[in-house]
């Protein structure tokens, strides 16, 4: 709202102090610095203030201030003004500004830098002016030569460039629009997994077998494939095989921001499934910590870090179905965590519970409704069936049957060592002792 107010009729200094006492909340500001100067100079000249008082001048002073908005030093300068000039009019005094290092002609050169390389980042953008002036001689990079990278930015949005620039969007990062950069939350329900894949090394520039990593991010349910290379054909595969091995309907799909993951096929093949897919955020290492700990803890620990030849690979899918899957979901606790958070709002991790997957799992059905657990699982699958599949072997039973599957595979493709740890503790014997060849030579 816009008011109008015309205070030609107030001429007394009574009428000052009642309009001051009735007012309070009223502040006028001028349209323009020259209207607001003209008004307070009129209000001086209307109760010819120089003549007055100081307590009646201290009214005024109050009355000039309330309307016009200034503050009480600003009017006090702008009445000695009126006193020494006969007048009050904006000052015409220069501002400081710091000298143009940068013409137009060099705004120009700048546009014209960018249009023939596309414009790139400001770091490469100042390698390139610098390389103009220092390695090829053209003077006309004189003053452009030193700029620095921010500057380059702020030539980049004057008019002289904008108007010869090809170019004027932002440098964009690259973005693929397959799958959603947020982390999962599950809120306590199954059916959130984490993927990634371990590449089982290579040797004389040959490619070893890839391992599929699948973990659920509540029960930490675990489902390990194997494939020869990392191509969507055999992936696909192996992906609906991998989720479908899941006792629970599977909800999300989070992995990193690699291509194996991130294509049309699996966004395809989880569309068709109702999965929701979601990757790694960047610079946030902990979206997929839970996998990539699994990766070393269970795949490097039993597979070892030597190369095994791509052909290996259908083997070695077969033996995490019959055996290692079993095992890790029935029959190898895992700890979970309880986070408290003090009145910092720190949080702490302890690892106090531990449970096999199919316990968790268990647990967590067993405190819905009848009808939300049946949701849960898959159809066909109860806890009953489950259970029975955990009482089959005893723990011992199941990791000994496992282990020894694990040597029959290994001695067919020449294998020697039993894991990741005899790999080391088999080299570490292979080495002659030092205090030993001391002993021997005296």
């Not at 790694?280 to 269970?298: H, I």
Request: aromatic share 8%; hydrophobic share 35%.
């Amino acid at each position: 709202m816009v008011l109008i107010m015309d205070d030609a009729k107030i001429t007394t200094l009574e009428q000052v102090r009642g309009l001051l006492a009735g007012s309070q909340a009223i502040a006028f500001k001028g349209v323009a610095r020259r209207e607001r100067y003209a008004w307070i100079e009129a209000v001086l000249k209307r109760f010819d203030y120089f003549r007055l008082g100081r307590k009646d001048k201290g009214l005024v002073k109050a009355y000039a201030q309330r309307l016009s908005g200034l503050s009480r030093a600003q009017l006090t300068r702008l009445v000695a003004r009126k006193l020494l000039d006969g007048a009050i009019r904006p000052s015409r005094s220069p501002r400081n500004r710091f000298p143009s290092v940068y013409t137009n002609a060099d705004k120009a050169l700048l546009a014209e830098t960018d249009n023939a390389h596309g414009r790139l980042s400001g770091p490469a953008t100042r390698e390139i002016l610098r390389r103009q002036h220092g390695v090829y001689g053209d003077q006309r990079f004189t003053r452009l030569r030193g700029i620095s990278s921010a500057h380059i930015y702020r030539l980049r949005a004057s008019r002289v460039y904008r108007e010869r620039a090809q170019t004027i969007a932002k440098t964009r990062s690259v973005s693929t629009p397959i799958g959603v950069r947020r982390r999962p939350d599950p809120q306590g329900r199954p059916g959130y997994v984490r993927v990634d894949t371990v590449h089982q090394g290579d040797l004389d520039g040959r490619k070893g077998v890839y391992h599929i990593n699948l973990v659920d991010t509540v029960t930490q349910w675990e489902i390990v494939a194997s494939v020869e290379a990392i191509c969507e054909a055999q992936l696909e595969a192996v992906l609906a095989q991998a989720l479908g091995a899941f006792p629970f309907m599977i909800l999300n799909f989070h992995s990193d921001n690699g291509s194996e993951f991130i294509n049309e096929v699996t966004a395809k093949l989880l569309n068709r499934l109702l999965i929701a897919q979601t990757k790694s955020r960047s610079g946030r290492t902990n979206d997929n910590a839970l996998v990539e700990g699994k990766n070393g803890s269970v795949i490097r620990k039993h597979m070892g870090h030597w190369h095994i030849p791509q052909e290996h690979a259908p083997a070695i899918d077969e033996f995490y179905r019959r055996y290692f899957n079993d095992y890790l979901n029935f029959h190898r606790p895992c700890g979970f965590a309880t986070v408290n958070v003090d009145d910092k709002g720190r949080r702490r991790k302890k690892y106090e519970t531990y449970q096999t997957p199919f316990e968790r799992l268990r647990t967590i059905l067993t405190a819905m409704s009848p009808k939300a657990a049946r949701r849960c699982l898959r159809k066909g699958v109860t806890l009953e069936l489950l259970g029975g599949i955990a009482a089959r072997q005893t723990d011992n039973e199941c990791a000994a049957a496992m282990q020894a599957a694990r040597d029959r595979l290994f001695r067919a493709f020449g294998a020697r060592p039993r894991s990741a740890r005899g790999e080391r503790r088999t080299a570490q014997r292979q080495q002659p002792r030092q205090d030993n060849a001391i002993s021997v030579q005296r």
